[in-house]
């Protein structure tokens, strides 16, 4: 059973930057949508940002978009699937536990950011801002 683990959480003031990083237990051969959502205490689970492994086509939302880059990175050597989110000019709207979540061997399509469409998913890393 794959796992995905994410780290680089932290807390950081206004203005400030951090990468988060999701890493799958063991290398899955294809191409895959990856993607990071983020839910703060309250409110709905919602996608940030998404990519399709191998193409490196990436999908934003309206709040991530010039602020954040999504990445992958998927080499066989490493025996592990990748996908890190780099977060610039931190608001303080953007506290919230983010998660990392795959579907296996598909498409981002325009569904990318419904959670139902992922059945991967990580344990979270904690985001604060200040």
């Known amino acids: 059973h794959v796992q995905l683990v994410e780290s680089g959480g932290g807390s950081v003031q206004a203005g400030g930057s951090l990468r988060l990083s999701c890493i799958s237990s063991e290398y899955v051969y294809g191409s895959h949508c990856m993607a990071w959502f983020r839910q703060a205490p309250g409110k709905e689970r919602e996608g940030v940002a998404a990519?399709?492994?191998?193409?490196?086509?990436?999908?934003?939302?309206?709040s991530a978009k010039g602020r954040f880059t999504i990445t992958a990175d998927t080499p066989k050597s490493s025996g592990r699937t990748a996908a890190y989110l780099q977060l610039n000019s931190l608001k303080p709207e953007g506290s919230a536990m983010y998660y990392c979540a795959v579907d296996w061997g598909s498409l981002c399509g325009g569904d990318w950011y419904r959670p139902s469409k992922y059945n991967y998913w990580g344990q979270g890393t904690q985001v604060t801002v200040s």
């Open positions: 990519i399709r492994t191998g193409s490196a086509t990436t999908q934003y939302a309206d």
